[in-house]
């Protein structure tokens, strides 16, 4: 069974739409945000179905991107590191990705990452992001400057819109 993600605003509400008939029902979900399992939901219409709950302030996509990285270092003569990369999950404010080889990076550490969006256009995208947290080969960044308006932010937000 396939479990629907429902994202909590600023409000700690979530909505909540019924696979089966289509009503949405707003809801409060500051009393359910740390439970850290699916929830059962019956609809009036009488369909159960499973909701986690995200607590993230914007929608995060899984992706499959082609891209590289350059670490950017203010030490010249440490020299800078350049690998590729796949971006599995993308979001308004940064990104997730996992690199091909074995690398050096740090939290904390400063990115140039550039990838290619699979939309129609095959936008390619290049930012500035800081590494926030490291699992092996496994990346997360923030933007640096996602809160911008800018052309890239604008592609990233169409992106990024539910289909």
Known sequence: ???????????EKGTIICEKCGKTRVV????????GKPLKVKCSCGHFFFVSIEVRKFYRKSTHLNGEYIKVSHDA?????KGTMIVEDLSRTGLGFRTKTQ?????RDMLRVR???DDAQR?????????????HNFVGAEFVDFD????????????????
Not at 77 to 81: A, Q, R, T, V, Y
Not at 123 to 135: L, N, P
Not at 149 to 163: I, K
């Open 123 to 135: 936008s390619e995208v290049h930012k500035s992001a800081i590494v926030k947290r490291i699992s």
């Open 115 to 117: 990838f290619t969006l």
């Open 28 to 35: 409060t979900l500051s009393d359910f945000k740390n439970i």
């Open 103 to 107: 690398h050096n990076l740090r939290v």
């Open 77 to 81: 003569s440490k020299g800078l590191e």
């Open 148 to 163: 911008a308006f800018n052309e890239t932010n604008r592609l990233l937000g169409f992106y990024l819109m539910p289909r």
């Open 1 to 11: 069974m396939e479990i629907k993600k429902i994202y909590v605003n600023d409000n």
